[in-house]
């Protein structure tokens, strides 16, 4: 059965609005970060930031390739996407948390042990939504904007209470960021559950190591 006609210029102007809508929302949660911490400690935030982005290098490889194959509808595609961007999620997680007792070293910032572990969980989430939106781009590429816009506004009605209320600083910025990112995640599960009950296959990846696809274009069964 073949999926429904995306519309092209609806999709587009759903995430464009929710990315532009997103700046705000991201000014804001930045000020309440900026308005509740020390000159240190936003430091620190940043250097957070920075370490994350060198831990999720990997997490769109196999997203790039899982597009292609759900977009052909090869059976399982979208699970083992899924699942292969999850395994890699926590051997990267794990050698950061091998390597942070050397990062707190380096960087001096022992006293901020927790903050740093505490971010191993963002590089889970990250790698599980960067694989469950290459399914969406081909079946809801608007469903990624929606998300957006929830992520972003639970994010910040978030850090006000944990931030601004409970006073939590930094480490209320960062539960804030991971629970804002564990409901997009249960959206993304809920849009793609038919595409995620099919049964997985290996050999998916082995064509990914190919420079040319030798998978054939017709559905597998």
């Not at 929302?25 to 940043?46: C, D, N, Q, Y």
């Not at 196999?62 to 759900?70: G, L």
């Not at 380096?106 to 006293?111: I, K, L, N, R, S």
């Amino acid at each position: 059965m073949g999926r429904k006609e995306i519309r092209l210029r609806y999709s587009g102007f759903i995430v464009f609005v929710s990315r532009l809508l997103s700046v705000a929302t991201g000014l804001a949660f930045v000020l309440m970060i900026t308005r509740s911490v020390s000159p240190k400690e936003f430091g620190i935030w940043g250097n957070i930031g920075d370490l994350l982005t060198y831990f999720i290098l990997l997490s769109s490889v196999i997203p790039f390739w899982a597009t292609r194959f759900v977009a052909r509808e090869h059976t399982g595609s979208a699970k083992t996407g899924l699942i292969t961007n999850v395994l890699i999620s926590i051997a990267s997680a794990s050698v950061y948390l091998v390597l942070l007792p050397t990062i707190l070293s380096a960087f001096q910032v022992g006293t901020y042990a927790i903050l740093y572990a505490v971010m191993s969980i963002q590089i889970l989430e990250l790698y599980t939504i960067t694989a469950l939106e290459a399914v969406l781009q081909v079946i809801q590429p608007q469903a990624i904007g929606y998300s957006l816009l929830i992520t972003e506004i639970c994010k910040v009605a978030l850090g006000f209470v944990l931030i601004i209320i409970l006073k939590l600083g930094l480490l209320g910025g960062i539960l804030s960021i991971i629970t804002a990112n564990i409901i997009q995640i249960a959206f993304y599960m809920k849009l793609t559950a038919k595409e995620l009950t099919e049964n997985m296959s290996w050999t998916y990846l082995k064509a990914v190591s190919y420079t040319h696809l030798t998978l054939p274009t017709k559905r597998i069964v």
